[in-house]
């Protein structure tokens, strides 16, 4: 058996969901090969060699990939599918983008966003915005998998030393073009990826007010910034700091909730956290039902007194 990873990357690394895909991939029993679609991308094949347990690397380097546009990169997906008894893809927005072109073009079922592989062709799966698990079981040869990241720990960056095979890259479908990528500039660690974050809802009041509290928190624990949807549709901050089902899958070592009331749609989310800690005023709120560790009170007054406590 033999799975292929599709590897998200921007042409000169990889992105971190792509190693938690290869893990899964690697869990099938599988031989796991990895396809770097993209232009100028021998970085990012250089970065696929050397992951743990990756045995080949596939080298799709053409000016049609150079964008990453989902159309294109399916239909190279597709021009080298017929060896393979899965593809696997990271549940990100890359990843849920070109997936379903890729299994429509093969005829099968998409299995979306697994949490653990049972058997090479049995999987599960949170529905109902994580409060169940679903085991599903594949009845196609060929298998097209989403990967949820927070399922499954990162293969190790090094250790591997698999050849790269250059492939023909394929042509311009022109079913879409490239027009612009506006990317928030940040210093903070990504949201998806951080060890620690703090995270805003609409209880911090306003978009002043979040940065105002949360900020010196969050440079006190070189933490990312998220919120709550409620606290995006309020406008305090940009969608990118969503957390949620329909926002990012986090699970860091430590997440602080401030203002959050904890609706599903949030904590499916964020709950499967390592620590969580929220802070909010109303004792009955949701999100103590999760967290570890709970502090009920004005999130003006203890925020600013747990970042003097730190120092």
Excluded at 17 to 34: E, P, S
């Amino acid at each position: 058996m033999t799975a292929l990873v599709i590897a998200e990357h921007d042409n000169a690394t990889l992105k971190p969901a792509t190693l938690n895909a290869i893990a899964a991939a690697a869990k099938l029993g599988a031989d796991v090969h990895v396809l770097i679609a993209g232009h100028h991308a021998q970085g990012a094949a250089d970065a696929a060699r050397l992951v743990d347990g990756v045995t080949k690397v596939l080298l799709a380097d053409g000016a049609a990939l150079a964008d990453g546009l989902a159309e294109n990169v399916a239909a190279q997906v597709l021009a080298v599918a017929a060896p393979y008894d899965s593809i696997v893809f990271p549940a990100t927005a890359y990843g849920r983008n070109i997936a379903p072109r890729v299994a429509i073009g093969l005829d099968v079922a998409q299995i979306s966003d697994i949490i653990s592989v049972e058997s090479p062709d049995t999987f599960t799966r949170p529905i109902y915005a994580g409060n169940a698990i679903a085991t599903v079981q594949a009845t196609d040869a060929k298998k097209v998998i989403t990967v949820r990241a927070t399922g499954f720990d990162a293969a190790s960056a090094t250790g591997g030393s698999a050849g790269i095979e250059a492939i023909t890259a394929i042509a311009d479908s022109g079913k879409s073009i490239f027009v612009k990528r506006e990317i928030a500039k940040n210093d903070r660690p990504e949201l998806t990826s951080a060890k620690v974050i703090v995270s805003g809802g609409r209880g911090v009041g306003s978009g002043e007010n979040y940065h105002k509290v949360l900020e010196p928190l969050a440079d006190k624990l070189g933490a990312a910034l998220g919120a709550s949807r409620a606290a995006v549709d309020a406008g305090f901050v940009p969608n990118d700091y969503q957390v949620g089902q329909t926002g990012k899958i986090v699970a860091p070592e430590l997440y602080i909730a401030v203002g959050i009331s904890g609706a599903i749609q949030h904590l499916a989310g964020m709950k499967d956290s390592k620590v969580i800690v929220a802070i909010n005023k109303d004792a009955e709120a949701p999100i103590f039902g999760v967290a570890d560790y709970g502090l009920v009170g004005d999130l003006n007054e203890i925020v600013p007194e747990l970042v003097k406590q730190l120092g």
